[in-house]
T-cell receptor
Framework: DAGVTQSPTHLIKTRGQHVTLRCSPISGHKSVSWYQQVLGQGPQFIFQ???????GRGNFPDRFSARQFPNYSSELNVNALLLGDSALYLC?????????????FGPGTRLTVT | GEDVEQSLFLSVREGDSSVINCTYTDSSSTYLYWYKQEPGAGLQLLTYIFSNMDMKQDQRLTVLLNKKDKHLSLRIADTQTGDSAIYFCAERQGSQGNLIFGKGTKLSVKP
């Protein structure tokens, strides 16, 4: 079975630009979460989506937005990029929203903002 | 607070046991996890423990939970060079159910 897939693998953008990152969950998983991992730190929660609705949001500015599609794939959008947005962006999928469902992570998208 | 704390580095010799420690602050956490991250890769779920358990063993991995002290540990028996990676402790709690991670412990295994 395919795991969580993310695209692109790497991305270089300039300050002020916007970016769209994509995630496909494990087949059958209906919940997708996004995390930002800055170099040398643990991942920080950005969003959780379940059944196409936002179910949780971390402490990130409104420049960050996301959505989930009917096939449960998801996009993370970041507008007006800052140098500090450079990070590994991780997507995780789980069967559902309940706490007892494990979250499985994709390989991440490495975003560099110059 | 929502801080999960881990020591940053651990170095062991191949064949020895490794013990990675973690403390968390939210006593309402229901599930606690250990993830492994190899260089340039995403996170691999290693194991987890439910808060009503004291211990969980899975092959070479043993997780110990001390709820009173909010202390979690991961023991890797017969550590191999392939175990070299960063290990993250994470708690999952609250209405959102998102994971809260520590900064990670970098495990180096010397041959």
């Amino acid at each position: 079975d395919a795991g969580v897939t993310q695209s692109p693998t790497h991305l270089i953008k300039t300050r002020g630009q916007h970016v769209t990152l994509r995630c496909s969950p494990i087949s059958g998983h209906k919940s997708v979460s996004w995390y930002q991992q800055v170099l040398g730190q643990g991942p920080q929660f950005i969003f959780q989506y379940y059944e196409k609705e936002e179910r949780g949001r971390g402490n990130f500015p409104d420049r960050f937005s996301a959505r989930q599609f009917p096939n449960y794939s998801s996009e993370l959008n970041v507008n007006a990029l800052l140098l500090g947005d450079s990070a590994l962006y991780l997507c995780a999928s789980s069967l559902g929203q309940a706490l007892f469902y494990e979250q499985y992570f994709g390989p991440g998208t490495r975003l560099t903002v110059t | 607070g929502e801080d999960v704390e881990q020591s940053l580095f651990l170095s062991v010799r191949e064949g020895d046991s490794s013990v990675i420690n973690c403390t968390y602050t939210d006593s309402s956490s229901t599930y606690l996890y250990w993830y492994k991250q190899e260089p340039g890769a995403g996170l691999q779920l290693l194991t987890y423990i439910f808060s009503n358990m004291d211990m969980k063993q899975d092959q070479r991995l043993t997780v110990l939970l001390n709820k009173k002290d909010k202390h979690l540990s991961l023991r890797i028996a017969d550590t191999q060079t392939g175990d070299s990676a960063i290990y993250f402790c994470a708690e999952r709690q609250g209405s959102q159910g998102n994971l809260i991670f520590g900064k990670g412990t970098k495990l180096s295994v010397k041959p």
